[in-house]
């Protein structure tokens, strides 16, 4: 199975758990959850792209074969990743979330804002340069960091023990964070030659 097939598969399984997530979890759970749509997004986003793409219209550049169509966009990749972020962090903050609980409407609208702007993102992704990727990367990097602050924020709003926040923490970092991390040390690794 080849590497666009596994993301289609990784895609659409993320995607249908967070769905379960953000309708069976509690609030805490489910604004940790906020991955979900972005990741599965993202996902689905490059494998739509690459899926797409005739064998004969990849070029290679950087070491790497992407679609001719990224070469072309690439001058538009500021607006796509500026639109993208757009779509997902208002969702994520501490004025907007309890509301998107409490309207039934705006908490549809949350999920689908964040499953397109993380598929704006990941279409867009093969069009960066590999400075711009791991930008992108430390960036996402340092909101997660951000975002702890919020889920501190979240607690106190929803009365969450210390020691449940604590394990959802655990989960997000072991489970998400740090797989995400190797995948990107292994990226960069193969770019410098390293493997």
């Known amino acids: 199975m080849d590497l666009v097939q596994i993301a289609k598969y990784i895609g659409f399984s993320l995607l249908i758990v967070s769905i379960i997530l953000y309708v069976f979890v509690d609030p805490v759970d489910r604004l940790l959850s906020y991955q979900g749509p972005i990741l599965s997004g993202a996902l689905l986003g490059w494998y739509v792209l690459i899926s797409n793409t005739p064998r004969d219209k990849f070029i290679e550049t950087e070491g790497e074969k992407i679609p001719i169509v990224s ?99 655990i989960v997000l970092v072991y489970g998400i964070k740090f797989p995400e991390g190797v995948v990107f040390a292994v990226y960069i690794m193969k770019k410098i030659g390293g493997i």
Not at 79 to 100: E, R, T
Not at 126 to 138: H, Q, V
Request: aromatic content about 16%; charged content about 10%.
């Open 71 to 169: 070469i072309l966009i690439r001058k538009r990749a500021p607006l796509f990743m500026a639109i993208g972020s757009l779509l997902i962090i208002p969702w994520l903050m501490p004025q907007i979330y309890p509301m998107v609980l409490e309207i039934q409407w705006l908490f549809v609208l949350s999920f689908l804002s964040e499953f397109l702007g993380g598929f704006m993102i990941g279409y867009i992704v093969p069009s960066l340069k590999f400075t711009e990727k791991l930008l992108l990367f430390s960036l996402g990097f340092a909101g997660d960091t951000i975002y702890l602050l919020l889920l501190y924020l979240a607690s106190g709003i929803f009365h969450v023990p210390s020691p449940l926040l604590l394990n959802s923490v």
